[in-house]
């Protein structure tokens, strides 16, 4: 199983990006998919998440500015990012909580991260 992230960049303050997060291999179910980051020197956090169900939950800093969304047909997780500004620039990793064919547990995957530089 892997998970391949997407769509980081440099972006002027007050522009977009959409992040994109497919997994792959021999999954028998997906339960929660996420986005987090991290900026050199700090501790990842969690910047939004959404359940099997479409249910959502995001940081207080990104609330009314990024959207989660999922494909549950592809198996992957979209951020949506508007109205950025330079202190979200940072690596984004996307996470999912997947069965894989050759278990009966769930387990924590993580994509390679992408870059995300919002500057002038």
């Known amino acids: 199983v892997q998970l391949q992230a997407s769509g980081g960049g440099l972006v002027q303050p007050g522009g977009y990006l959409r992040l994109s997060c497919a997994a792959s291999g021999s999954i028998v179910s997906i339960n929660f998919m996420a986005w987090y980051r991290q900026v050199s020197g700090k501790q990842r956090e969690l910047v939004a998440a959404?359940?099997?169900?479409?249910?959502?939950n995001y940081a207080d800093s990104v609330k009314g500015r990024f959207t989660i969304s999922r494909d549950n047909a592809k198996n992957t997780v979209y951020l949506q990012m508007n109205g950025l500004k330079p202190e979200d620039t940072a690596v984004y990793y996307c996470n999912a909580q997947i069965r894989p064919s050759w278990a009966q547990d769930e387990y924590a995957y993580w994509g390679q991260g992408t870059l995300v530089t919002v500057s002038s």
């Open positions: 959404i359940n099997s169900g479409g249910r959502t």
